[in-house]
């Protein structure tokens, strides 16, 4: 099956760093991948949607110049966590679809996920 | 939007015993829903899926029960198994957003 990897699986850094994930699909061409975070023992949150070649569509509530996504291929996205703080520390989640149309699950695929903590 | 404060409800059952995870959506137009299971650590792995138009679909040892009139939506796993020990999430689309959005889950522990 299709498979996303995400990188790093974990990060700890400083208050007030940069911090950037990647997430690449491997063996197919994403058309578009969607962010997540997910705090402890809490749901999936969606963060934003990306499209290749194109400015990332962000949830309300969620800030863009704090959390930037850049997908510059069809195989990979990153997410760019800016002047990071406590709070920010969280699970981020990836997924990627294959898909044209309208989603269907079978055409989606999440990461494994990367942690990330700040100090 | 943002599960704020919630703790994930727990459901425990007996290994072999069915299990019924239930979750509530919101959005009259959503259309399309999805079950995932998440292990610890990990990102979701689909389970199943089911159309707005179906009201019951079945998979190996899952089934989905869907009731739009009152925005319901089911998992029921049979014969369940310490391996099905997880945390479960409905998840939902609409034809007017093409993204899925996550409710917020059920840890299932599985007692041998």
């Known amino acids: 099956g299709a498979v996303v990897s995400q990188h790093p699986s974990w990060v700890i850094c400083k208050s007030g760093t940069s911090v950037k994930i990647e997430c690449r699909s491997l063996?197919?061409?994403?058309?578009?991948m969607f962010w997540y975070r997910q705090f402890p023992k809490q749901s999936l949150m969606l963060m934003a949607t990306?499209?290749?070649?194109?400015?990332?569509?962000?949830e309300q509530g969620v800030e863009k110049d704090k959390f930037l996504i850049n997908h510059a291929s069809l195989t990979l996205s990153t997410l760019t966590v800016t002047s990071a703080h406590p709070e920010d520390s969280s699970f981020y989640i990836c997924?990627?679809?294959?898909?044209?149309?309208?989603?269907?699950?079978?055409?989606?695929?999440f990461g494994e996920g990367s942690r990330l903590t700040v100090l | 939007g943002e599960s704020v404060g919630l703790h994930l409800p727990t459901l425990s059952v007996q290994e072999g015993d069915n299990s019924i995870i239930n979750c509530a959506y919101s959005?009259?137009?959503?259309?399309?829903f999805i079950w995932y299971k998440q292990e610890s650590g990990k990102g979701p792995q689909f389970i199943i899926d089911?159309?707005?138009?179906?009201d019951k679909r079945q998979g190996q040892r899952v089934t989905v029960l869907l009731n739009k009139t009152v925005k319901h939506l089911s998992l029921q796993i049979a014969a369940t198994q310490p391996g099905d020990s997880a945390v479960y999430f409905c998840?939902?689309?609409?034809?007017?957003?093409?993204?899925?959005?996550f409710g917020s889950g059920t840890k299932l522990n599985v007692k041998p």
């Open positions: 997924s990627a679809s294959t898909g044209t149309g309208s989603l269907l699950a079978g055409e989606l695929f």
């Open positions: 063996d197919f061409q994403a058309t578009t």
């Open positions: 990306s499209n290749e070649g194109s400015k990332a569509t962000y």
């Open positions: 959005n009259s137009a959503s259309d399309y």
């Open positions: 089911i159309r707005s138009n179906m």
């Open positions: 998840a939902e689309k609409g034809y007017n957003f093409n993204k899925f959005y």
